[in-house]
């Protein structure tokens, strides 16, 4: 019987080394792109992505699902960061190709069908954002969390995220016109806070 991510966690919570590693197996591409995404240095990806899960596996048995898996994952994902970053003072963070990314996570963004031209400004561009932007847009446009899961994520409110995300857009939209797949930029611009 196939179980979801939700009810794996809670099997870890009572000791299932197999339900964790099968949460590891499912989900690990997805928390690697964040941290790639978010401009980790490559050999610093797989270490933080693993944290996130040693994390997850110490504290299952405290787990109780109010939410979506993937928010309490992604939230965790997004504490890790945070703690590497006040520790690393920005010494571990790169400005890294679009091509070293995808190579390095062997995760596609949501835009996989977009150029490998558009793929390689559209990394360097995040790497142009504020954190917080960067963050926001990553977890809305390629991970697919909505306002209120990335909010709980970054601890802020629904309405930040959205400013947020809109700055973010407005900068990317600058630096990405040329390359941009037809209407990629405008719809996600367009998004609203529900």
Partial sequence: ????????????????RNAMGELYRRHRPQVASFFAHMGMAAE?????TQEV?????????????????????FTVAANVWRDHRRRAKGRDFVKTSGDQIVSEV????SSASASAEFRR??????????????????LSEI???SYREIAGSMRCRVGTVGSRKTRAIAQLR????KHAPEG?????????VP
């Fill in 1 to 16: 019987m196939a179980f979801d991510s939700e009810e794996l966690l809670l099997l870890a919570g009572r000791g299932s």
């Fill in 44 to 48: 610093l990806v797989e270490d933080l």
């Fill in 53 to 73: 899960f040693v994390r997850l596996w110490k504290g299952a048995n405290r787990y109780r699902p109010s939410g979506k898996y993937m928010s309490y994952m």
């Fill in 106 to 109: 062997h995760a596609e963004p």
């Fill in 121 to 138: 400004d559209l990394y360097q561009a995040l790497g142009n954002l504020t954190p917080a932007e960067r963050m926001t847009f990553i």
């Fill in 143 to 145: 991970s697919g969390l």
């Fill in 174 to 177: 600058k630096m990405l016109v």
């Fill in 184 to 192: 990629y930029l405008k719809e996600a611009a367009n998004d609203e």
